[in-house]
């Protein structure tokens, strides 16, 4: 049967039959290619039958069941099924044999599944976890934290009396109210993005996070540590403890989602949560980290009195994951007292250490991992703001999320804090913060010392993390990358398909053919498309084709043509060459979902443009930030019209420059 045979309504009625029925379908839409439905059983989906559908190109039965029918049609076919459905775009289709309970079991049980055969190790799950948390706010952590290393440095200088009080502190409260809005607040922002993650109420999950603050609670008569009696402390139990606090929110959630009457549920369900989580917050998790605090305290004295390199190393070594937990606040009589029996406080310099280590491991990460660019734009952000001493965006952005270079950063953080024992005597004049920052306090002119110690501190991150740190998946990702280059650059051609002979030339074998070259629609690196993440077009279900991963956000034509097609969520548009060609230009994966926030389009349907024409802007960060590859890929997508595909061997690409020769037929 020839796929043009079916019409749409036939095409949407057999895509239902093989999706499981109507009734396994729980939502439609689409993007510019494909058709994406959430499913409620992916077993019931035929792949099979699905592929054999005249018009289907391919099928991908991942999170979300994907059907590629191609552009210009898929927009007609996902109307058509929910047209049939009786639902709009997106809308639930509701199941007609069960009622809302046995569809929420259901549904979690579907889930259940799909997480069962995906399975990591439970490290892998929690380190991927804390990454989606913490990687959104990279952007604020990065712009909030340079404000801050601003305001730390002259602070530290009107501190050390090198810059005028009177004159400078009003700018420097000024710089502080602007950093406040994230690092105050932190809790609250780590609530909410913990509550996406583990799928429960984002608004709880920010009022659990503010709860460690104990705003409201009265100085003279506070709540109790259930387990000394002294006073609680705010941010006892750290961040750590907010995810945890929100991780139970979510499973108390779940099952009160499906106990309470639905009448009754938006009042009932997020009040127990509240009470019992917020409770379980005040009473056991903050004591909890309370007394480990208090124990920290005798441990730190012993290890101070032992002092030399030894001290230094652990102490070094050990800051890292007190400041995970929020346990680093309880150093601060320790400072307040040696400054009054000294006149310095020797832990600070040596507590520094620890983010000269994380200093170090950013920068071994970012040389090994080169070829990694979401990671490494997160280090190039976060770098500076680390050597000025505000580590909170290495710590959630990089080191920790990828688990073992924060262990390699803590080594890094114990050879600094070694030579600053070894030393003695560097000591600072009062609590600032660490880094390059902290440098006018060091007391009594040893701020060289200081700086030999910052100096081990990153050779330590750096080599540790080198040899022993870097995350064997990320590594065999960008190795399988560079010989994907070298294989590309081992030919001066590589033939990337042979596609079959159209019916003009299978008559006609004289027929002559045009050369049509595709350009690079970015500055950055081109690959062919078989290397993209999306399994959709690395398997050239769409056609051939290529994709930049770009160094800016300035997005080109890849050919000469007319604009035929700018798809209302503006991640994609189609153009049309003289020769036939028809292209299409997809920004980024899984970025329909965006709904254009990232993508500015300068270009109009009908418009002619050619490979210096500018057609879109794309906010690189904003896609980087909500976890979409950066991918600019670009696809032949009728290539019964290409006689022949040619991708040049060029990795590193200047926007316009040809990287892709297409012989068309005449």
Sequence with gaps: ?????????????????????????????????????????????????????PGVMGVVNDEQLQVIIGPGKVNKVANAMVAKAGVDLGQEIPQ???????????????????????????????????????????????????????????????????????????????????????FTYLAIFTGVNAAQVFKANPTLGGV???????????????????????????????????????????????????VIPEAIDIIVTPTLCLLIIGLTEIFLIMPLAGLISDSLVGSITWVLNVGGAFSGFVLGAAFLPMVMFGLHQILTPIHIQMIEATGSTQLLPILAMAGAGQVGAALALWVRLRKDKELSEMIKGALPVGILGIGEPLIYGVTLPLGRPFITACIGGGIGGAVIGALTNIGATAIGPSGLALIPLIANGRWMGYIFGLLAGYAGGFVATYFFGIPKDRLEAVKESEAEEAKSAATVTSVQSQPKKTSETAANPSATTIDTPLYAVATGTTKSISASSDPVFSQKMMGEGYFVLPDNGAIFAPAAGT??????????????????LEI??????????????????????????????????????????????????????????????????IAETKAGQAVMHVATIK
């Design 1 to 53: 049967m020839a796929k043009e045979t079916l019409t749409v309504e036939e095409l949407a009625e057999k895509i239902f039959q093989e999706a499981g029925g109507m009734d396994n379908v729980e939502t439609v839409n689409h993007c510019m290619t494909r058709v994406r439905m959430t499913v409620r059983d992916h077993d019931k989906v035929d792949q099979q039958g699905l592929k054999e559908i």
């Design 208 to 258: 659990i996070g503010s709860i460690i603050l104990l705003t409201g609670m009265n100085p003279e008569a506070p709540i109790q540590n259930l387990f000394t009696g002294e006073a609680l402390a705010a941010n006892q139990g750290g961040i750590i403890g907010v995810i945890f606090a929100v991780w139970l929110l979510a499973k108390l959630e779940a099952v009160l989602h499906r």
């Design 96 to 182: 007609q044999k069960s009622g809302k309970e046995a569809l929420s079991e259901k549904t979690a049980e579907m889930k259940a599944a799909q997480k069962a055969k995906q399975k990591s190790s439970p490290l892998k799950s929690l380190l991927k976890d804390i990454s989606n948390i913490f990687v959104p706010m990279i952007p604020a952590f990065v712009g909030a934290g340079l404000v801050a290393g601003i305001a730390s440095v002259l602070t530290n200088m009107i501190t050390a009396g090198r810059l005028d009080g009177d004159t400078w502190n009003y700018y420097v409260m000024i710089l502080n109210v602007l950093r406040n809005g994230m």
């Design 563 to 580: 604009i035929t097609t700018i798809f209302p969520t503006k991640h994609a548009l189609g153009i049309k060459t003289a020769s036939g």
């Design 584 to 649: 299409l230009l997809h920004m980024g994966v899984d970025t329909v979902e965006l709904q254009g926030a990232p993508f500015e389009i300068l270009v109009e349907e009908g418009q002619a443009v050619t490979p210096a024409t500018q057609v879109a802007q794309v906010d690189l960060a904003q896609l980087t930030a909500k976890g979409k590859a950066t991918e600019m890929l670009v696809i032949i997508t009728n290539m019964d019209q290409a006689a022949n595909v040619e991708l040049l061997p």
